[in-house]
């Protein structure tokens, strides 16, 4: 079971953008792609095929899962996420600090 899914909320805690919020739009390994977040200027060549203009585009880049932390609204903060059995069988995660579910 993975700590960190998609369409999490979460806040960046090192790197250049350190204290912004996004929403995580895909997980690849150990990284992920995070809305607003790690943007970077690409010098795209025009492609009339696709229907592309070339020039310089910003995208999202892709940042490493150890830079991020799971948002808690509860706290107001990022927090550390843990995985917990429960009593019918199911793995839910939970925020470290208060123990509170972070699944429905």
């Not at 998609?6 to 912004?20: E, H, S, T």
């Not at 229907?51 to 940042?63: F, P």
């Not at 490493?64 to 839910?92: C, P, Y």
């Amino acid at each position: 079971m993975r700590k960190i899914k998609k369409n999490d909320d979460v806040i960046v805690i090192a790197g250049k953008d350190k204290g912004n919020r996004g929403n995580v739009l895909s997980v690849s390994g150990d990284y992920l792609l995070v809305g607003g977040i790690n943007k970077v200027k690409k010098h795209q060549k025009p492609n009339p095929v696709k229907g592309e203009a070339g020039g310089i585009i910003e995208k999202e880049s892709k940042i490493h899962i150890s830079n991020v932390a799971l948002f808690n609204a509860a706290a107001n903060k990022g927090d550390r996420v843990g995985i917990k059995t429960l009593e019918d069988g199911r793995k839910v995660r939970v925020f470290k600090s208060n123990g509170e579910v972070v699944d429905a």
